[in-house]
T-cell receptor, first 112, second 114 residues
Framework: DAGVIQSPRHEVTEMGQEVTLRCKPISGHDYLFWYRQTMMRGLELLIYFNNNVPIDDSGMPEDRFSAKMPNASFSTLKIQPSEPRDSAVYFC??????????FGQGTRLTVV | KQEVTQIPAALSVPEGENLVLNCSFTDSAIYNLQWFRQDPGKGLTSLLLIQSSQREQTSGRLNASLDKSSGRSTLYIAASQPGDSATYLCAVYSIKAAGNKLTFGGGTRVLVKP
């Protein structure tokens, strides 16, 4: 397996635009996590799924953020409309039954 | 709500010295604890996983201990090398009725000087 795959690796967008981040978890994993990392706040859990079902989205900062997992092999995190303060590195991670969490390489988002 | 703390936030040691990294958590109802390494501009790489029933886990020069009752874990890195310079993060899987939540500490940035 190629590991957790995120796309794009880098995204630069203008304020107000919609941004969609994508994640392909490791095949067979039943947990999927979306994190955001900034210098100021460190690594923050935004939302996580178990068997494609959102379990806890209390970390989603605002209604502008939404996440979906239509099937076991794909998830998206959408920001609409984007703002400069959303600039961060967004990580996706997956695990099997609460075991080792494997992280993707992240998407570096810059909103100008 | 689970809170994970890592102190110190940064650490600098000369090459060859042993590293001791600390992690504390507030809720002892955990499934496991994991230590990760993150290099600048990169993703996180899992180093060790300790199940809640275990007291320690070893991999090469790395040894991690877990004291669930006191809410603490320690990562030891023996005979540090410049290549060990990175940020080390601990994370706990908290037990919840509807699944497990992985919560991270703020990390300890380590610099090993040659």
């Amino acid at each position: 397996d190629a590991g957790v795959i995120q796309s794009p690796r880098h995204e630069v967008t203008e304020m107000g635009q919609e941004v969609t981040l994508r994640c392909k978890p490791i095949s067979g994993h039943d947990y999927l996590f979306w994190y955001r990392q900034t210098m100021m706040r460190g690594l923050e859990l935004l939302i996580y799924f178990n068997n494609n079902v959102p379990i806890d989205d209390s970390g989603m900062p605002e209604d502008r953020f939404s996440a979906k997992m239509p099937n076991a092999s794909f998830s998206t995190l959408k920001i609409q409309p984007s703002e400069p303060r959303d600039s961060a590195v967004y990580f996706c991670a997956s695990s099997f039954r609460g075991g080792i969490a494997f992280f993707g390489q992240g998407t570096r988002l810059t909103v100008v | 709500k689970q809170e994970v703390t890592q102190i110190p936030a940064a650490l600098s040691v000369p090459e060859g010295e042993n590293l001791v990294l600390n992690c504390s958590f507030t809720d002892s109802a955990i499934y496991n604890l994991q230590w990760f390494r993150q290099d600048p501009g990169k993703g996180l790489t899992s180093l060790l996983l300790i199940q809640s029933s275990q007291r320690e886990q070893t991999s090469g020069r790395l040894n991690a201990s877990l004291d669930k009752s006191s809410g603490r874990s320690t990562l030891y890195i023996a005979a540090s090398q410049p290549g060990d310079s990175a940020t080390y993060l601990c994370a706990v899987y908290s037990i919840k009725a509807a699944g497990n939540k992985l919560t991270f500490g703020g990390g300890t940035r380590v610099l090993v000087k040659p």
